[in-house]
């Protein structure tokens, strides 16, 4: 232990050399002897004593323990008590608090640690009286606590926690700043709480001091706290149609998310006492009295009675008293839907979810009646009223009074069962009562464990034949009337609008994915459950989301996006149990009717605008690529307001109205892709035109085409950073691309580039006939980004006529791509396709008829660079046009069948001298996705190429 330690002879008064040295330490010792009184003129000095013993003892904690034998020694924690004792001002207290913050934070030895914990000094400052009106002391007051807090463990907790005196200053001085108006002290408060409970499991005496002492007060406020936050956060909900005070509601729903996640993380610290505490309390004080009550009407309201806490069946037996204060305590209905599914999607603890959900999915209010109330209190003599009511005392005046009988009780071990009874003679009547209603509470939550996480139904008790059947037909009763379920099922109603439809379908998607309600109480009334097999639904609600479906495609619907996929993830989930689909034949022609209510609608804002093309196919990347997230949903307080159609509030597209007829027809676009979705998936029918550019089917950079007899552009591309590459350019029905040649095979190219036509940009430059600018930038999922160019060059030619034919063919073949992919949407939405003109020597043949798209496609089929059997002619030259190019590559990537760039088509062009590398005799109305494997399935490693001039008589050779 001192074998790295200095010898202590020497350097008692003069001042050391090195200011990290055990002999500064006793100069710094001999300072603080000679100022033990703190005056002005001593002040400062005194502040940059104590920053250099604390410099030392963490210098020391590494590199010389004989710095802390010498530190308890002399006991020097009892002059920076003394200091703390005298009014010395805030500049001394806040720089001793800085420096005790830095101490413990930086002490890793343990042995270092019992050094500065021992003799009692730390709870003596833990216990001082700051003045905590001044920030500056509070933030480093409750850091100091939340940094011991952290050192917890089962040894270090001795230190702490006196069972002999029940005294537990670090708990009891931090949760009285529980509700502090500064948010960061109220979170250090939380952070020290979760510490304390998860060490409290392995020390029973602890665990019963804060159960006895501290859980029911704290709880009781804490639970006050979160409820008067709630009512804040309605009214500002009321107030502010305007949408002026959104920052405001955001924080404070910020606030409430918070006090769920610190609950549901002292309920997973899995303490049994506290959690039979917290449960009832949330329960009876705040979930029941403030939440679930305020989801009926105001008639009802007026009638809706109160519960005995500790009832047997406290779903069902409800009193007939009505306090005026609870008519002031309501939330409205869109608020409280809100707040419960945060609830279910937070909080996984089962007793408290399941008697939650039980609740809203069988409360009763038929049974709430005088002699229901009457048989109730036979049954329970210490039933107390449920409400949400402010607690008799403060939680400091509790811990107060509870410290003050902890000390009398010196020698007898606390027990829930005995608390307050050797005090009982000795007290006033009054604070007699007081206690012994706190010990039965605590006796009541303890032996009531069972009947809180069963509140679905009676207990089984010494009944007679008459009461049995009493409780039998109140719970027949109950399965006829279910005011809270009938609700949330009225709400779904989108006639006007879908304000609180959408709250309902967070909360069902909340309780159908929560892990602590039993999926046995989500099957008695059908509702989805995850993974678990079923054969019936609840076609109730399987006809509501329907009706909302088909509110969401008339033109005058007030349904947002997100209500919209909401109740086609929840419709999904109602019927689909494992692979199969157990939607009735009416529900599935109902959801049919609504789907072409879509492609009607969609069809009212088709156009042969090039902006149509853009939205559909960002709409569809946008749908995509980011799902709807419920847990991220229900942090957006902007919900809460009533649904607006400007996107002036900056919020979310999917979560408000469309503003204009862009937006419109975005919301159509959507509308429609849900829809076929949800069909196709119902039906378990493949996607097969969606969408209309697979990346799968592309070229793509490196891959190896044969370019004989094929026609290419030389060019010199030039890029913005000065670059110059040569490289030869060629055009395929939807890319452009940039090879190079291939060293080792001739006649074959390596891709460098390849960019979409639809997506580029062609001009001329100034001063240079013979050079291009050509941007191509990246297809991006939001309309509102910047274009993001992933090509951004000059091409040079060798003359203008070159650079003048490149430029035809660009422009050309831009015009051709993006008119294939408008038919390929019109035939989508089952709307007559136009023939296309003869561009870049695409002429209709003879043969073809209207109902086939005037393009062919070409298949994935592409092998391995590895398969020798492959020859065929990537860039053969199949039009009248020089310089055209259709691309045909080998790519490393695996065949898919399924997937295509575009639908099959049997055009023939007249003047085709090459080949198409796929299918064309298919039609638009019957597309068939085994076609392509069935032409390649023949042979093994060879594939039947069609040339356009053939397709009619099914001819081909084999390559």
Known sequence: MFGRSRSWVGGGQGKS?????????????????????????????????????????????????????????????????????????????????????????????????????????????????????????????????????????????????????????????????????????????????????????????????????????????????????????????????????????????????????????????????????????????????????????????????????????????????????????????????????????????????????????????????????????????????????????????????????????????????????????????????????????????????CKISELSGLTEQNTTDEEKTAAAAAGTEAQRSRPFLDMVYNALDCTMDDYYALFVLCLLYAMSHSKGINPQLLEKIQLPVQEVERTSYSQVLAERLIRVMNQACQPDGKVRLATLELSCLLLKQLVLSGNNCIIKDVHLACLEGAREESVLLLRRFYKGEEIFLDMFEDEYRSMTSKPLNVEYLMMDASILLPPTGTPLTGIDFVKRLPCGDVERTRRAIRVFFMLRSLSLQLQSEPETQLPLTRQEDLIKTDDVLDLNNSDLIACMVVTKDGAQAQRFLAVDVYQMSLVEPETKRLGWGVVKFAGLLQDMQVSGVEDDSRALNIIIHKPTSNPHAKPFPILQANFIFADHIRCIIAKQRLAKGRIQARRMKMQRIAALLDLPVQPSSDVLGFGQGAAASSQHLPFRFYEQSRKGLSDSTVQRSVFASVDKVPGFAVAQCINQHSPSPLSSPSPPSSASGSGSTGHCDSVTASTISTPSAAQSPSVRSGRKGRRRVFSLSEAESRGGHWV
């Open 17 to 449: 050399k090195s200011i990290h040295s055990l002999d500064h330490l006793k100069y710094m010792y001999h300072v603080l002897t000679k100022n033990t009184t703190v005056t002005d003129h001593n002040r400062n000095l005194l502040v940059e004593t104590i920053r250099s013993i604390t410099e030392i003892l963490i210098w020391g904690d590494q590199n010389d323990s004989s710095v802390f034998d010498f530190f308890l020694e002399k006991n020097m924690f009892a002059f920076f008590l003394n200091i703390l004792r005298q009014k010395s001002g805030r500049y001394v207290c806040v720089q001793l608090l800085q420096t005790l913050n830095i101490l413990f934070e930086n002490i890793s030895h343990e042995t270092s640690l019992y050094y500065l914990l021992s003799n009692n000094h730390v709870n003596s400052i833990i216990v001082h009286k700051f003045d905590f009106s001044d920030e500056e002391i509070m933030a480093y007051y409750i850091s100091f606590l939340k940094t011991l807090s952290l050192k917890l463990n089962n040894h270090t907790v001795h230190f702490f926690y006196n069972e002999h005196t029940n005294d537990f200053a670090l708990y009891t001085e931090a949760i009285k700043f529980f509700n502090h108006p500064e948010s960061m002290v109220r979170i250090a408060v939380r952070t020290i709480t979760l510490n304390v409970y998860k060490v409290s499991l392995d020390n029973q005496h602890m665990l019963h001091y804060i159960r006895d002492k501290t859980a029911v007060p704290y709880f009781s406020n804490l639970v006050w706290f979160i409820g008067s936050h709630v009512i804040e956060l309605d009214k500002c909900v009321q107030t502010d149609e305007e949408h002026r005070n959104r920052g405001k509601l955001s924080d404070l729903v910020a606030e409430h998310l918070d006090h769920l996640h610190y609950l549901n993380d002292i309920l997973i610290i899995n303490c049994e006492f506290l959690n039979d505490v917290l449960t009832d309390h949330l329960l009876n004080r705040l979930f029941l009295p403030l939440y679930v009550y305020s989801l009926v009407n105001h008639e009802q309201a007026k009638l809706l009675p109160l519960v005995p806490r500790h009832a047997t069946c406290p779903s069902l037996h409800l009193s007939t008293k009505l306090l005026s204060q609870t008519e002031d305590r309501k939330i409205s209905p869109q608020v409280s839907l809100y707040l419960l599914s945060q609830v279910f999607l937070i909080i996984h603890y089962q007793p408290l979810v399941h008697s939650l959900a039980d609740v809203i999915l069988n409360g009763d209010l038929s049974v709430f009646s005088a002699q229901a109330e009457q048989d109730v209190q036979k049954s329970c003599l210490n039933a107390s009223v449920r409400r949400f009511t402010k607690p008799a005392e403060s939680l400091e005046r509790s811990l107060e009074i509870n410290r003050r009988r902890g000390k009398k009780k010196v020698q007898k071990r606390p027990n829930y069962k005995n608390v307050g009874e050797e005090e009982e003679e000795e007290k006033g009547p009054e604070e007699g009562m007081e206690d012994s209603d706190k010990a039965k509470e605590i006796e009541m939550v303890v032996m009531e464990k």
